[in-house]
């Protein structure tokens, strides 16, 4: 899916992501834009996947596994029927 700007040119999201991951993020966190911890000259002094093993190791109790998707029944659909005629009864006698 793209997306596009007020004028109206494509903007490729996730190219410039990965153009931009070991970029500084702006702010005082010192980190990149991947999450990585940076340190003087912005080296990277611990990989993001580090830094969340050990949140893990540290809060047990905390979701290591994404949340269960709830299953939603199906739609139902009703088609709609055209409405019948009634005939007209004749009254025959004979």
Do not use: H
């Amino acid at each position: 899916m793209g997306y596009k700007s007020m004028q109206g040119r494509d903007v490729d999201l996730e190219k410039l992501m990965s153009q931009n991951e070991l970029m500084p993020a702006i702010g005082n966190m010192k980190v990149n834009a991947r999450g990585d911890e940076l340190g003087p000259g912005g080296q990277i002094i611990r990989k993001r996947e580090d830094v969340v093993a050990e949140y893990y190791e540290d809060n047990p109790n905390a979701r290591s596994t994404p949340t269960p998707v709830v299953e939603t029944p199906a739609p139902v659909v009703v088609k709609e029927t055209a409405p019948v005629k009634q005939s007209k009864k004749l009254d025959t006698e004979e």
